[in-house]
């Protein structure tokens, strides 16, 4: 994906997950953090584009500029983003029924309601495109033909139909990936924040905001915090869609965007004149 970020994938997942882990999981994590994989990020900088051409970015502390985005956004997107990708993980790894169409049905639920939460056609078009390649990912790169089941195959193609059933936004289509892949939903939602946030640093490095080496310091010695502090609020949203609990409550339970502003920028990132991402 991009090149910013290789020297950090093997030594940065084991300070990111500390506790104990079996060998596969371990491996897992390792694998889907190779920023070679083929997810459509790199055309996707969430808005940080558009901030810099905006004048937002124009301080004489890059680095201070830049924290601050990656942490504006991660306080946005993991109330907005785990809930989905804790419910599409819930309807894989423990669904309320083994009907593969039933699984399907709670899937393109989760999938609508986040078309209709995510407030921006710019945002949509990016989430959709990173989720697609993730299915795409697992169906050619991932699943094995003597033992998948074709649930995954089965909800791309209906996105790809584009009737309006289904959409494949990023957050679902992650929470289905891990979940197939048998990664646990704590690591899921972790390392999912995690690729947030690089790609972010990523994006600032192709734009020219910061350097390479900047971009690992701040990955590794200030990001971590954000991350961490994210997860740990926000682990326990849900959509209510698929909740079966009388005691959840959207309003503190529920997904939520927190950062008006953002939405504003990204929203606008068509206008410029010229532009290196697609969104």
């Known amino acids: 994906m991009l090149w910013v970020q290789n020297e950090l994938t093997s030594s940065r997942v084991g300070d990111l997950f500390p506790t104990t882990m079996t060998d596969r999981e371990s491996y897992l994590l390792l694998l889907l953090s190779d920023s070679n ?3 459509g990020s790199f055309v996707a900088s969430s808005g940080l584009e558009s901030f810099i051409a905006h004048g937002f970015g ?3 502390n890059k680095l201070e500029v830049i924290t601050t985005f990656v942490r504006d956004s991660l306080s946005t997107y993991a109330p907005s983003a785990l809930p989905f990708v804790a419910d599409a993980h819930l309807a894989i790894s423990t669904p309320r029924s083994e009907d593969q169409e039933d699984i399907l049905e709670d899937l393109q639920k989760l999938d609508a309601l986040y078309e209709c939460m995510t407030l921006n056609h710019v945002a949509k078009r990016a989430s ?12 050619k790169g991932f699943s094995r033909a003597e033992t998948d089941s074709g649930l995954v195959d089965t909800f791309k193609r209906r996105v790809r139909i584009n009737d309006g059933t289904a959409f494949g936004h990023l957050p679902v289509c992650w929470g289905i990936l891990c979940a197939s892949l048998g990664l ?3 690591r899921t939602q ?4 995690f690729l947030h946030a690089r790609a972010l640093l990523s994006a600032a490095v192709r734009l020219n905001a910061i350097g390479p080496y900047a971009a690992q310091q701040l990955l590794l010695h200030t990001i971590s915090p954000f991350v961490d502090e994210q997860v740990t609020k926000c682990a326990r949203l849900r959509t209510g869609e698929l909740n079966r609990d009388p005691a959840w409550n959207e309003t503190t ?9 953002g939405e504003i920028l ?3 990132h068509d206008l410029q004149h010229s532009r290196i991402f697609n969104s």
């Open 37 to 39: 994989l083929p997810t």
């Open 266 to 268: 990204a929203a606008r």
């Open 128 to 139: 959709a495109a990173q989720g697609v390649a993730l299915l795409t990912l697992y169906s």
């Open 58 to 60: 124009s301080g004489t």
């Open 253 to 261: 339970d529920g997904p939520a965007n927190t950062w008006p502003l």
């Open 190 to 193: 972790h390392l999912h924040l």
């Open 184 to 186: 646990s939903l704590e």
